[in-house]
Every structure is written in structure tokens, then in C-alpha cells.
Nanobody, 129 residues
């Protein structure tokens, strides 16, 4: 059974850093891609980063490129999202997701999830100004 659990969210000041973790079970990180999405109340869930099993290819949304880094530890079954130089508009609930495919679904530079994606429960990141 596929299961994803996020952790690491916190309240930080502008310019601060956090490392989010997504612990997965029920599948191997060698087999399926994992992405990170975030959601602000009243707004659509935004795909911000994804790590594909195909050559370890990564995708980043323009809003986080150069500040966030996605990585994985296959031995621990954990995908990380390092968040640096945080801004107030980074505030939101961060979810990890697996589309249960080897690649990330990116169309016109936008990360999408699949209809059958598996999701974690999310972790709250709040950046104070």
C-alpha cells in the first residue's frame, strides 16, 4: 500500500531555510517519480518540484527555481525538499505526491499531478515578514 508522510514544516522568518521530508512506503524511489506541491487557501494547488526516476531529472517551478532543491535518499525511502531564502509568498501547505509513473508530468513548464496520484497529508510552512 502506497503511503507518503511529510514532515519538517515550521514557522520561519523571511530569508530563512527549512528542509521538508517525505517518507514513502509501498513503492521504491527507483521506480516512481515524486513531486512536491503547495497550496494556499483559495488558490489552486501548485506543482513546485519533481524528481523523476529517468536519469534523476528534476523540475522546478519558476517561482522556486534557484531557491529550492529536491533530492532523495533511496536507502531511507525519503525525498527531501530544501527550501532556502524563504519569502512570505512561500507560505502554504506542502504536499508530496507520486504519480506512480517513472516521470514527472510537465506541460508548458507546469508540473501536473495525475488523476491517480497518491498524496501525503501535507506539512505547513509559514514565512513571516
Amino acid at each position: 500500500q502506497v503511503h507518503l508522510v511529510e514532515s519538517g514544516g515550521d514557522l520561519v522568518e523571511t530569508g530563512g531555510s527549512l528542509r521538508l521530508s517525505c517518507e514513502v512506503s509501498g513503492f521504491s524511489l527507483n521506480d516512481y517519480a515524486v513531486g512536491w506541491f503547495r497550496q494556499v487557501p483559495g488558490k489552486k494547488r501548485e506543482g513546485i518540484a519533481c524528481l523523476s526516476t529517468r536519469f534523476g531529472t528534476t523540475f522546478y517551478a519558476e517561482s522556486v527555481k534557484g531557491r529550492f532543491t529536491i533530492s532523495r535518499d533511496n536507502a531511507k525511502d525519503i525525498v527531501y525538499l530544501q527550501l532556502n531564502n524563504l519569502r512570505p509568498d512561500d507560505t502554504g501547505v506542502y504536499y508530496c505526491e507520486t504519480p506512480h509513473t517513472r516521470g514527472c508530468t510537465v506541460v508548458r513548464n507546469t508540473l501536473f499531478h495525475e488523476a491517480m496520484s497518491y498524496w501525503g497529508e501535507g506539512t505547513q510552512v509559514t514565512v513571516s515578514s
